[in-house]
Each structure stands twice: as structure tokens, then as C-alpha cells.
């Protein structure tokens, strides 16, 4: 049997730009991607702090140092370039594994640089 946790998250990008006339996907600041181990082409769970939408995507790889956070085709309808969000990856364990396993959280500031990468689940008194 296997669980579904969390692998890695981006907490409280900032939304960049959204570009509807793309195939579909975010891109992600190269560097941000590496801080939360997130590869090319992988599933990501998005969530909108300021209006409450959450839907799924895929990663593609942004600019190192731009700090660009893009939500492409029909995902760019569901933001607002300014909106604070969560990309969250997941992962599929098992119990001895789930034993073993450490979440990366990157907690980012307004202009999507890196504050903290921890591997606690940093709750409402980081803000």
C-alpha cells in the first residue's frame, strides 16, 4: 500500500505573469525549481490564496534569477498576476518509506525570492 504526501511545495509565490495564448503549464524561475526539487514536465497542484481556485498543471523550466512565476493557457484564466499561491508536489510512498521521508517547503517573499527551505511543515507563524 502506498500514501500520497507531500513531496514539495512553493509557499506564497507571487504570480508573475499569465499568458493564455500557451499550451498550458507554469513556468518556474529555474532556481525555485531546484530549491523544491521539482523537475520538468512534473504534476503540480496549484492554489490561489486570493480567490480560493486549486487546480493541477505541470512544470516547465523559467529563467534562472527571473524569479518568474507563469501560469500558461487555460490555468492563466483561473489567476491574477500579483496573487499569492502554492505549487505542491506529491509522492507516492509506502510505510517504510513514509518512515524516511523528508517534504521540502520553500517559503518565498512577495518578490519570489527564497526566505527558508525547510523540511518542517512550517505552519501560520512563519507569516
Known amino acids: 500500500m ?5 513531496y514539495s511545495k512553493i509557499h506564497r509565490a507571487t504570480v508573475t505573469n499569465a499568458n493564455l495564448n500557451y499550451v498550458g503549464s507554469i513556468t518556474i524561475d529555474e532556481e525555485l525549481m531546484h530549491a523544491a526539487k521539482l523537475r520538468v ?14 487546480f493541477s498543471t505541470y512544470v516547465i523550466k523559467g529563467k534562472a534569477g527571473s524569479k518568474d512565476i507563469c501560469l500558461n493557457g ?12 502554492i505549487i505542491i508536489a506529491y509522492v507516492a510512498l509506502n510505510e517504510t518509506e513514509i518512515k524516511k521521508h ?9 518578490q519570489n525570492g527564497i526566505d527558508l527551505i525547510t523540511h518542517e511543515l512550517v505552519g501560520s507563524e512563519y507569516y
Open 102 to 110: 523528508k517534504p521540502v517547503v520553500v517559503l518565498v517573499n512577495g
Open 41 to 54: 514536465g512534473q504534476k503540480v497542484d496549484i492554489v490561489d490564496i486570493n480567490n480560493a481556485e486549486r
Open 74 to 85: 487555460a490555468a492563466a484564466r483561473k489567476v491574477q498576476v500579483g496573487d499569492s499561491i
Open 2 to 6: 502506498t500514501f500520497e504526501m507531500l
